[in-house]
């Protein structure tokens, strides 16, 4: 079935880096741009960063811009975010999403999502 | 930024019960709105996207309205399952936004 699954959390010192890994299966993964949404404990979703589907663009929400990375690797079917120079405030889950598009690849939203990983920035 | 603000944050319902989600946005997306439900420790689910069009597998209950900068999510008869959260996003522009969320409890 249409799947993704996360990897590559735990508990970090602020500063520090870490890799998130998403692993997609059950549809085309180079036919589509994936996300990261991240939720704070208790709190809301934010939006984090997008990858076309052929790795060649990419866009990040302000609070991580400089300090995290997208990529893709698509022979493997894996999603890829390092993060680095961590802080309090990117603890959080991490969700990777699939884009889900019209037929003139118009984002409409997320279709499938990961069941998240837990990044814990504290001393 | 585009910013998105949903009411209530927090609405307490019971089984039966039509309830309505609103979600306002600081400019104008047209009908680039999604909505998001999420039952706790679990991944958000797409319920409507295009602001009114329902996800596949989404029971009909389930309705979505506006364009522009208001648009509403209605359950119109409340089941036990559809206690959760519920959040907005727009996909009109980078960086893409969601709402803060409404939390729909039981009474």
């Known amino acids: 079935q249409v799947q993704l699954v996360e990897s590559g959390g735990g508990v970090v010192q602020p500063g520090r880096s870490l890799r998130l890994s998403c692993a997609a299966s059950g549809f085309t993964f180079n036919n589509f741009g994936i996300h990261w949404v991240r939720q704070a404990p208790g709190k809301g979703l934010e939006w984090v960063a997008v990858?076309?589907?052929?790795?060649?663009?990419?866009i990040y929400a302000d609070s991580v811009k400089g300090r995290f990375t997208i990529s893709r690797d698509n022979s493997k079917n894996t999603l890829y975010l390092q993060m680095s120079s961590l802080r309090a405030e990117d603890t959080a889950v991490y969700y990777c999403?699939?884009?889900?598009?019209?037929?003139?690849?118009?984002?409409?939203?997320?279709?499938?999502w990961g069941q998240g990983t837990t990044i814990t920035v504290s001393s | 930024d585009i910013q998105l603000t949903q009411s209530p944050s927090f609405l307490s319902a019971s089984v039966g019960d039509s309830v309505t989600i609103t979600c306002r946005t600081s400019q104008g997306i047209g009908g680039s709105l999604a909505w998001y439900q999420q039952k706790p420790g679990k991944a958000p689910k797409l319920l409507i996207f295009g602001a009114s069009t329902l996800q596949s597998g989404v029971p009909s209950r389930f309705s979505g309205r506006g364009s522009g900068t208001e648009f509403t999510l209605t359950i119109s008869s409340l089941q036990p399952e559809d206690f959760a959260a519920y959040y907005c996003?727009?996909?009109?522009?980078?960086?893409?936004?969601f709402g803060g969320g409404t939390k729909v409890e039981i009474k």
């Open positions: 996003q727009q996909l009109n522009s980078y960086p893409l936004t």
């Open positions: 999403a699939k884009g889900f598009y019209s037929r003139s690849s118009f984002l409409f939203g997320m279709d499938v």
């Open positions: 990858i076309s589907s052929d790795g060649s663009n990419k």
